[in-house]
Nanobody
Framework: QVHLVESGGGSVQAGGSLRLSCVAS????????MAWYRQAPDKQRELVAI???????DYRDSVKGRFTISSDNAKNTVSLEMNSLRPEDTGVYYC??????????WGQGTQVTISS
């Protein structure tokens, strides 16, 4: 079993910054990818950023140049540095991990609120 714990959410004004972190624990030999999703009220959950074991990274267009995802494979952690935050970045942010056995796991979510 794999357990994900997120931290770092909060409330800031537009233009501010936040850093989210996620620690994965349990039976993990390696991860295929680690990612961050978000879900705004009355909207579907969407991929924000993903980092693969190979080191490849991808972002959704709206956060490119503002968000940076990073990971420490040895510690099974993934972080999301968020700068120049906008009200439309508001939502619950979820850590998502796929491990080498194929299992996909989600964190409990952390709230990010950006005020204008």
């Amino acid at each position: 079993q794999v357990h994900l714990v997120e931290s770092g959410g909060g409330s800031v004004q537009a233009g501010g910054s936040l850093r989210l972190s996620c620690v994965a624990s349990g039976t993990i030999f390696s991860t295929n990818y680690m990612a961050w999703y978000r879900q705004a009220p009355d909207k579907q959950r969407e991929l924000v950023a993903i980092i693969f074991r190979s080191g490849a990274i991808d972002y959704r267009d709206s956060v490119k140049g503002r968000f940076t995802i990073s990971s420490d494979n040895a510690k099974n952690t993934v972080s999301l540095e968020m700068n120049s935050l906008r009200p439309e970045d508001t939502g619950v942010y979820y850590c998502n991990v796929r491990i080498d056995s194929g299992g996909v796991y989600w964190g409990q979510g952390t709230q990010v609120t950006i005020s204008s």
